[in-house]
């Protein structure tokens, strides 16, 4: 069990490109969830899957954020035409089917996004 | 709106003692609570938490109240220790949402 794990560890782009995070959950882990952390702020929820299927959209995933999970292992998080507005960290999280919702949320070490 | 408080942005405790972070929020459709820990450069991890059913939960070290009526929980950590510097987090399962709510946390600085 290696943990969650993300990459890059920090991305640095310039305004109005396109980005792309990868988030690994830990192995049979089968929902799997993003949160968006900016400073002085807690964690703000993005969006989750429950194996490929993604159940449940924040509104402030606006129509520029796309989420995916396409064989229900790993996640990718794509922002297109990036602003300087979406500068913050971004943090995958997985957890077992079975146990509680959101119970014992397993985070990845995030991806930290800089907008310029 | 924000509907998880945690008013106080840093607390400092010496070493021994109690630490007491609080959390404040305001749906009452919330029915889980949870309490992470960060350190930096890390994600958060998670600690302790409670049904909306109970009113404590113990664990080891770490503590969790919740009063329902004044919609308020605290995590109690007795004794403190310099590892438990870290930002603690406040967090909220429901009122029809499955994402979690997170309160801004609250820097702990455990002084020797």
């Known amino acids: 069990d290696t943990g969650v794990s993300q990459n890059p560890r920090h991305k640095i782009t310039k305004r109005g490109q396109n980005v792309t995070f990868r988030c690994d959950p830990i192995s049979e882990h089968n929902r799997l969830y993003w949160y968006r952390q900016t400073l002085g702020q807690g964690p703000e929820f993005l969006t989750y899957?429950?194996?490929?299927?993604?159940?449940?959209k924040s509104r402030l995933l606006s129509d520029r954020f796309s989420a995916e999970r396409p064989k229900g292992s790993f996640s990718t998080l794509e922002i297109q035409r990036t602003e300087q507005g979406d500068s913050a960290m971004y943090l995958c999280a997985s957890s077992k089917l079975g146990g509680h919702p959101n119970e014992k949320l397993f985070f990845g070490s995030g991806t930290q996004l800089s907008v310029l | 709106d924000q509907q998880v408080k945690q008013n106080s942005p840093s607390l400092s405790v010496q070493e021994g003692r109690i630490s007491i972070l609080n959390c404040d929020y305001t749906?009452?459709?919330?029915?889980?609570f949870l309490w992470y820990k960060k350190y930096p450069a890390e994600g958060p991890t998670f600690l302790i938490s409670i049904s909306s059913i109970k009113d404590k939960n113990e664990d080891g070290r770490f503590t969790v109240f919740l009063n329902k009526s004044a919609k308020h929980l605290s995590l109690h950590i007795v004794p403190s220790q310099p590892g438990d510097s870290a930002v603690y987090f406040c967090?909220?399962?429901?009122?029809?949402?499955?994402?979690?709510?997170f309160g801004k946390g609250t820097h702990l600085i455990i002084q020797p």
């Open positions: 749906n009452s459709m919330f029915d889980y």
């Open positions: 899957f429950q194996n490929e299927a993604q159940l449940e």
């Open positions: 967090a909220a399962r429901g009122g029809g949402a499955d994402g979690l709510t």
